[in-house]
RNA sequence: GUUCCCAUCGUCUAGAGGCCUAGGACACCAGGUUUUCAUCCUGGUAACCGGGGUUCGAAUCCCCGUGGGAACGCCA
């Protein structure tokens, strides 16, 4: 899947590219064949294409390049920049615990690496041959310089025993193949850099940029995982986020533009500072990201609404459309809706005569109606000739008949309310009159 | 454990030595508008991790400490 981290990189990494006339391009890095599977790459798919991240060209699988990687592990093993080693993994282990028990990083120890004897049976990986002494330096576009010492980096695989090519092999080849000039990605890979870097000066190729941004930590400030709730892109679509506050909100993680809160696609595709991007982790807030979707949300037309709801969440709003009456009603719906799964619930009274009803505010608010007030309200609305009942006036009604009878307006409006909706809170009664009508309001008003 | 990264309100952040009595947004609280809830308007609470330097002056630069995170795979 494409969490929001993930997501949130290609984010940086659109904007980046598309403010700089530059090309994006999709790198679908499937190196481990035991898992992966095409189904999570087209979810991966999926949710780029809801964010609205549109990529130039096909996807580039890694799995269709073995060949070109397998060219280049030879050249490499021809001119002495890597070698076969057959450990076997007991080896391996018992030589991290070893390296681990005297306080140091646990390390292949590198028994192979001048091995010059007859080649042993069995399988085998191939290793790189990193420089014993010196350092790499990585010039991070978003932390700086950082100065990492070589004695720290293993002489880590880059063939497997299966003859599939490694991560940190393959993102070296392809950088530079496809003439990759950034690379933004989470700080998680940070460490992984320099062992790109030595790679690619063995093998005498040209550096890309880099610039690491910080991660996307959960509530607790721990790594973003599955007990935080929702970490999937397709998590947040179908709990009726909006692609727009998705969108804004993981921009506004850990980059910034003065004091600038809403970002339109439009205008980052424009203008995307990497300088913006900050270098301390930071924290999914989802009151944030509710208000960003309510601002959204009012932004849409109602057509707009109207069809999405029913595409994607399989609400139909189409009566809404209906008449200027219903309208209003639908406008004053959605400046109260945080989410678009809000709608059904919100219109449930005005879509269906057999509406659910909020039982504890319905008796609470009933217990105390006052039944005549009820009564003459009904027979005045009643006495209204169809084509003459507006919200207005209906609602008029309602003041004179509390007035009349000596009673505070809300007295008489809050049963009113609750018996036209469900609920006690509902939009403005004026809209909810007109949008109602003549004949169902009174209907409403007689189930006393 | 080792290496690397990071550290401003609860959260996202502004801040590139004097403009900082530390600004904005979300959340929260209070008041106002309103026929309810919400919206909307007004106001408020709330932060520079600690200690040393450097400097006339430090949230900003340096060092140490503390705390957090990441990496150390035949995962990516």
Not at 99 to 105: D, F, M, N, S
Not at 135 to 161: A, Q
Not at 275 to 295: E, I, M, Q, T
Not at 304 to 310: E, H, I, M, P, T
Request: aromatic share 10%; charged share 30%; net charge neutral.
């Amino acid at each position: 899947m494409l969490h929001v981290g993930g997501a949130r990189t290609a984010i940086f990494n659109y904007f980046f590219a598309r403010s700089q006339g530059g090309r994006f391009i999709l790198r679908i890095e499937d190196t481990d064949t035991e898992r992966s599977k095409q189904e999570y790459t087209d979810e991966i798919l999926d949710s780029m294409k809801w964010l609205g991240l549109d990529w130039d060209a096909e996807p580039i699988y890694q799995t269709q390049r073995f060949d070109i990687y397998r060219d280049y592990v030879r050249k490499m093993l021809a001119d002495g920049t890597a070698y076969k080693c057959w450990a076997t993994a007991e080896e391996i282990d018992s030589m991290r615990a070893k390296a681990t028990a005297e306080g140091k990083k646990p390390m292949y120890d590198r028994r192979y690496r001048d091995y010059t004897g007859a080649e042993p049976s069995g399988p085998y990986v191939v290793r790189f041959k990193t420089p014993l002494t010196g350092t790499t330096v990585v010039h991070d576009l978003i932390k700086g310089d950082v100065t990492f010492s070589n004695e720290e980096i293993d002489d880590f695989v880059i063939l497997r025993s299966n003859d599939a090519p490694t991560y940190n092999f393959t993102v070296v080849v392809d950088d530079v193949e496809m003439k990759i000039t950034h690379v933004i990605r989470g700080d998680d890979h940070l460490n992984n850099t320099p062992k790109q870097i030595l790679l690619m000066q063995a093998m005498g190729f040209k550096i890309p940029n880099y610039g690491h941004v910080p991660m996307i930590l959960g509530a607790d400030k721990m790594k973003l995982s599955k007990r935080h709730g929702a970490v999937a892109v397709t998590n947040y679509r179908e709990e009726g986020y909006l692609p727009e506050s998705m969108l804004n909100a993981l921009v506004r993680l850990g980059w910034s533009k003065g004091d600038q809160e809403i970002f339109s696609k439009s205008e980052l595709c424009k203008d995307f500072p990497l300088a913006g991007c900050g270098s301390s982790p930071s924290v999914f807030d989802r009151a944030k990201l509710d208000h960003l979707n309510n601002h959204y949300i009012r932004e849409k037309s109602l057509e707009d609404l109207c069809a999405l709801l029913k595409k994607t969440y399989l609400v139909d709003l189409s009566p809404l459309l209906a008449s200027e009456s219903s309208r209003k009603l639908f406008e004053a719906l959605r400046e109260r809706a945080v989410r678009m799964t809000d709608f059904s619930a919100l219109a449930e009274w005005y879509l269906r005569n057999d509406f659910a009803r909020d039982e504890a505010s319905t008796k609470e608010v009933m217990a105390t109606a006052p039944r005549e007030a009820l009564e003459a309200l009904a027979t005045k609305w009643s006495a209204v000739p169809d084509s003459e009942f507006s919200g207005v006036k209906a609602f008029e009604m309602i003041k004179e008949t509390a007035t009349t009878l000596k009673l505070k307006i809300p007295q008489l409006a809050k049963p009113v309310r609750v018996l036209l909706t469900g609920t006690l809170a509902s939009p403005d009664l004026g809209i909810v009159l007109e949008a109602l009508g003549k004949t169902r309001a009174l209907e409403r008003l007689r189930k006393v």
